[in-house]
């Protein structure tokens, strides 16, 4: 769990980190964190993309990932392009399959790497994938969404998910050669299973929230993501390098007691 509202790692950029407010049917005003340089959406703000309006001149820069419900309901292959619109209206800057190199007030410059990443369903390995890929029809169904005019199965996600890993693998492998000091990796869907819910631990269903990222965590300064509604914070060892710290900001639901404690400041250094 978050180990309180500011964590110091080594570096000076503040970021503020946002993720499943659920502002289609939760009631939550979001407020700028004091000292925040950056603030993150890391997706599930809100279905219908409303809320997004919320954000809007916002006092800092605001970086976004798009979760799953961003697409509810909706066609992927139109969706995308209309949300990035809708976002790069408001001032945003959208991260799928992309990343960007912003500078803090101290001068250090952070790349921000950016994607959805789906889930591949291999969070425990490939012999239970077919397991896994059953046990997301639930959330599929409950998601609604297409693509290429056919309802989105998990065969379909899947495909999507090895692309976003695929890309995500090479851009954080790229050098900095002196163009950015630090790495923040930003996904929506968690990048290893400790990011799994408590709750419920380790099930066929956990692989539709999170994806065997472990071996790419170390190549990040410092990894973002939501989807989970939960908070994590966690660290992975880096021989020779300080850790990688794991975080996770999720809201949740106000129904379920996911709320309960939320720290909408929440801020991290990096």
């Known amino acids: 769990m978050l180990a309180g509202s500011t964590l110091h790692l080594t570096c000076a950029m503040k970021l503020q980190l946002l993720s499943d407010l659920h502002l289609e049917t939760e009631d939550f005003r979001p407020r700028p964190a004091p000292g925040a340089e950056v603030l993150v959406l890391g997706g599930d703000i809100d279905a219908t993309w409303a809320a997004y309006e919320r954000f809007a001149g916002w006092p800092v820069p605001v970086v976004v990932v798009a979760g799953n419900h961003e697409f ?5 292959t139109t969706a995308w392009p209309r949300f990035r619109e809708r976002i790069g ?3 945003f800057t959208l991260l799928e399959r992309e990343s960007t190199v912003l500078s803090g007030r101290d001068g250090r410059r952070v790349r921000f790497v950016g994607t959805v990443r789906w889930c591949d369903f291999d969070l425990y390995g490939a012999d239970k994938r077919e397991r896994n890929m059953r046990a997301a ?3 599929l169904r409950l998601m609604g969404a297409t693509r290429g005019g056919r309802p989105l199965d ?3 996600l899947r495909a999507e998910s090895l692309a976003c890993r695929a890309w995500l693998e090479a851009e954080l492998a790229v050098p900095a050669r002196g163009r950015w000091d630090a790495t923040v990796a930003l996904t929506h869907f968690g990048p290893s299973a400790a990011s799994a819910d408590p709750r419920y631990g380790l099930t066929p269903a956990t692989a539709s929230f ?4 472990d071996d790419l ?9 939501g989807h989970l509604h939960c908070r994590h914070d966690y660290r992975i060892a880096r021989p020779g390098r300080p850790p990688a710290r794991v975080l ?3 809201r949740g639901m106000d129904g379920k007691g996911e709320s309960a404690g939320y720290d909408g400041g929440f801020t991290a250094e990096v």
Request: with cysteine; hydrophobic share 45%.
């Open 210 to 213: 999170a994806n065997a990222d």
């Open 248 to 250: 996770c900001n999720a």
């Open 89 to 91: 209206a408001l001032g």
């Open 137 to 139: 029809g639930y959330f």
């Open 217 to 225: 965590i170390p190549r990040a300064d410092l990894w973002l993501h």
């Open 72 to 76: 509810d309901g909706r066609e992927l």
């Open 154 to 156: 998990a065969t379909e």
